[in-house]
């Protein structure tokens, strides 16, 4: 997942989570109480606001070990502070739905899903490039609802 931040002067700043090393993602979930990753990562996909921080905060510890995360705050994080997927949190999500889909023989959870899909990639034509690898082709043109 991506965590963006934009600055004062526009430039924005973007992390991956790919890129924690495991020592500074459990670094995150103590920072947040102990809560274990996968939760963390639900919280990211849920846009909380005290999961990006503490990504953000384990990034910027590499260049300041002296920053603690209580202290570490983000103004105007409601317009500043983003999460957005990346190519292989929407292939998992589309593998666990095509596997519920196969079982019932629909490809309903799919479309429901994608609309929510293309709003969170951080590249949508990573969307439509998992639909492809799922044999999905006929979903990709699904219509796209603003929100």
């Given at each position: 997942?991506?965590?963006?931040?934009r600055h004062?002067?526009?430039?924005?700043?973007?992390?991956?989570?790919?890129?924690?090393?495991?020592?500074?993602?459990?670094a995150?979930e103590?920072?947040?109480?102990?809560?274990?990753?996968?939760?963390?990562e639900?919280?990211?996909r849920?846009?909380?606001?005290?999961?990006?921080?503490?990504?953000l905060w384990a990034?910027?510890?590499?260049?300041d070990k002296?920053?603690?995360?209580?202290?570490f705050?983000?103004?105007?994080?409601?317009?500043?502070?983003?999460?957005?997927i990346?190519r292989?949190?929407?292939?998992?999500?589309?593998?666990?739905?095509?596997a519920?889909?196969?079982a019932k023989?629909e490809?309903?959870?799919?479309?429901?899903?994608l609309?929510?899909l293309?709003k969170?990639?951080?590249?949508?034509?990573?969307?439509?490039?998992?639909?492809?690898?799922?044999?999905?082709?006929?979903?990709?043109?699904?219509p796209?609802?603003?929100?």
């Amino acid at each position: 997942m991506i965590v963006s931040y934009r600055h004062d002067d526009g430039s924005v700043e973007q992390v991956t989570t790919d890129d924690l090393s495991a020592i500074e993602a459990a670094a995150v979930e103590e920072a947040m109480g102990d809560v274990p990753w996968r939760h963390i990562e639900d919280q990211l996909r849920g846009q909380d606001p005290t999961a990006m921080r503490a990504v953000l905060w384990a990034f910027r510890r590499r260049a300041d070990k002296t920053l603690k995360f209580d202290e570490f705050d983000l103004a105007g994080w409601r317009r500043r502070l983003s999460v957005r997927i990346e190519r292989a949190e929407i292939d998992d999500v589309l593998e666990s739905l095509m596997a519920e889909a196969l079982a019932k023989n629909e490809d309903s959870a799919i479309d429901e899903m994608l609309p929510h899909l293309r709003k969170l990639a951080h590249d949508k034509d990573d969307v439509t490039a998992a639909l492809n690898a799922l044999g999905k082709d006929h979903l990709v043109n699904a219509p796209i609802s603003e929100g």
